[in-house]
């Protein structure tokens, strides 16, 4: 399966894997929208991007959207331009959001799980059996602005190519889901049914939602770095691709209400 190439096509026949066209939207939106695009680094000349916060938002909640770990996941970078062109302003401008639109730009072109040196961007930030991706380095050297930039929460957008059903991972402190959890649930679940009681990837998963659960993961770094909660949530790559990224730009905005 880590070699199997996954494409789709958008609503204009462009493939779900042209880089080139997401980056060209996603120039395009950030000027259009004056946000500030920069440059973490580069991984074998592809840039790893970020968008601030905006100026003057320093004082409110903030919070951080993270897409494209896995190239075989596309619907959440598409989802992020759907996002950026339709969100109205007052809802942008009610937190301190950052966001990484895309980590794994060569698994992304290439439609792969991994990245081009076969790692998982997804993995070996926090002590485990898998090391760090170069993504995964970047990004940590980079620590003190994510944590700061998750601090009211991250979301990080996933699916799952081979299920027709929808799901979710929540970290929190608490004894149960939170709201906010229950509202990305409905959310996704206004395009998907939900994954039925029982197991997903070695998780127990119950009404949608697997509960704090840890590993090395990227939402389990930050979450141990203070964010007072983590989401990762799951499309399912079975479903329409345009209702994918429908869903993924849905729950972003219903990630920015709290
Ligand atoms: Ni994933």
Redesign the pocket.
Known sequence: MESTTWRWQLADGTASNDWDAWSRRLHAIAARRGLDLLRLGRIDGDPLLLIAPGPGSAARPRRLIASG??GE?PAGPWGVLAFLENVSDELLGACALTLLPLVNVSGFRAGR?LNAYGENP?RGYLPGAEAASQEGLLLMEHAGLLTEAARDGLLSC???VLLEHCYLYANEHGEQPGAWAARLLATNAEFFPIHPDGEVDGCTVRGGIVFNHADTSFESWLFERGASHTA?V?TPGQADFMQRVAAQAAMMRAFLMG
């Open positions: 770990f896995h996941e799980r997804n996933h699916e799952d990762c799951e």
